[in-house]
């Protein structure tokens, strides 16, 4: 398809679990971001990457936090040791170019995260 | 480092109200700066958009206006429908692309 498409929609994982989520970005968009988006708190930055031809930059991995990028548009998102406070939507944004400034992001629909 | 603030919600008007959401920002440099719109069981889209001081992004009746003397890309709109009800969110990017916390919006008939 056209657009960002993240698997699957909903996951409800037991506390201290791995999980791992899934982000198709559009084809040959370069950089790819992944937030967390809980109510009152916004959406925050947990890792994003950029690849080119010659290599793939990643993030500095938060803690429980690491994203994967096995190929250029797709992205896996893993979060070890699940804690109830990872209960949240998981947005995965993909922005075509390298270019700073005014390049829109692509949103996929995201995934929420239930721990219980 | 980068920074975004938005108004508190959520924010509940009556049809053809006028709207603002205000959004500050601190940033080094001179990023762009976007409203996205997240509405009820969809993913986030752009709303608008600018990326140097004084532009006017505009869009389906949605204006704000980039203004680097007071740091601020406030939200309007002249008259707000049904339709509009959702969760706004402030962006700048200036390196990585950063959102403040939303803003829900509720418009009643």
């Known amino acids: 398809g056209a657009g960002v498409s993240q698997s699957p929609r909903y996951k409800v994982a037991k506390r201290g679990r791995d999980v791992a989520l899934r982000c198709d970005s559009i084809?040959?968009?370069?950089?790819l971001y992944w937030y967390r988006q809980t109510l009152g708190q916004g959406s925050e930055v947990l890792t994003y990457?950029?690849?080119?031809?010659?290599?793939?930059k990643s993030g500095r991995p938060s803690g429980r936090f690491s994203a994967e990028r096995p190929e250029r548009s797709v992205s896996t998102l893993k979060i070890q040791r699940t804690e109830q406070g990872d209960s949240a939507v998981y947005l995965c944004?993909?922005?075509?170019?390298?270019?700073?400034?005014?390049?829109?992001?692509?949103f996929g629909q995201g995934t929420r995260l239930t721990v219980v | 480092g980068n920074s975004v603030t938005q108004m508190e919600g959520p924010v509940t008007l009556s049809e053809e109200a006028f709207l603002t959401i205000n959004c500050t920002y601190t940033?080094?440099?001179?990023?762009?700066l976007f409203w996205y719109v997240q509405y009820p069981g969809e993913g986030l889209q752009l709303l608008l958009k600018?990326?140097?001081?004084?532009d006017k992004g505009s869009n389906k009746g949605f204006e704000a206006t980039y203004r680097k003397e007071t740091t601020s890309f406030h939200l309007e709109k002249g008259s707000v429908q049904v339709s509009d009800s959702a969760v706004y969110f402030c962006a700048l990017k200036g390196g990585k692309l950063i959102f403040g916390q939303g803003t829900e919006l509720s418009v009643k008939p």
């Open positions: 940033a080094t440099g001179y990023p762009s």
């Open positions: 990457s950029q690849s080119d031809a010659q290599r793939d």
């Open positions: 600018a990326t140097k001081a004084d």
């Open positions: 944004a993909s922005i075509p170019s390298l270019r700073q400034g005014n390049t829109e992001a692509f």
């Open positions: 084809s040959g968009h370069v950089t």
